[in-house]
């Protein structure tokens, strides 16, 4: 199960007054993972699907006269090849579903583009060199076909009287990352992890870093 919560704040520009909102909702997520083949030794495939449901709110406003966006309901499948003597390549291959339709209010105005569903394309590797029994060094590379919410840069989508207005760059993304992580085993075998990727192809270059500590 999942709680959400969004707070909101509308500045009135003209009369130099403001309105806030903020509520919180429920929401649930549900998940599978499937070995489809193993042979103990070169190769692994493991298929994978979830779903999370939508964060809808309700803060007690109009929302044709307030814009406000809930968390689109989404959809996630993919498979993972493991391969080589030992496993030590794995090939990801990842399918988004996004409803943003839902997640948004309808125009008021006839002829104003409405947000889009969209679905979003990923595939990476990833190769783990051993560098001794207990310590890793995983390098790794992905593409993101990446669909926004609109289908015309130049004609965004509008929410209730209000039009999205902003820098949006284009209509899909090519987005390209690199990344490794570094990992070592303790005494008792637990993992920790520190991982590191930066991201070319969006409206701006993402850096991530990490840190994972299995307990």
Not at 51 to 59: E, I, K, N, V
């Amino acid at each position: 199960a999942d709680l959400g919560w969004t707070e909101y704040t509308l500045t009135d520009r003209v009369n130099d007054s403001e309105t806030q909102e903020s509520g919180f909702t429920f929401g649930a997520g549900i998940g599978v993972l499937l070995g489809i083949y193993d042979n103990r030794e070169s190769v692994r495939l493991n298929l994978g699907a979830a779903y999370q449901s939508g964060l809808y709110f309700d803060l007690g406003t109009d929302r044709n006269l307030v814009p406000y966006f809930d968390m689109p309901q989404q959809f996630n499948v993919g498979i993972a090849a493991f391969l080589l003597k030992g496993t030590p390549l794995r090939l990801t291959v990842d399918v988004q579903f996004l409803a943003w339709a839902d997640a948004s209010q309808d125009p008021i105005f006839s002829g104003q583009p409405e947000f889009e569903d969209v679905v979003n394309i990923s595939a990476g590797a990833e190769y783990r060199f051993d560098l001794t029994e207990d310590k890793f060094l995983h390098v790794r590379a992905g593409y993101c076909l990446f669909d926004p919410p609109w289908g015309d840069v130049d004609h965004l989508p509008a929410a209730g009287i209000y039009q999205l207005v902003m820098a949006a760059g284009d209509d899909v993304f090519n987005i390209v990352s690199i990344g490794a992580g570094y990992t070592w085993l303790t005494d008792s075998g637990k993992a920790r992890i520190v991982d590191a990727a930066v991201a070319f192809g969006g409206d701006s270059v993402n850096f991530g870093i990490g840190f994972n500590l299995e307990w």
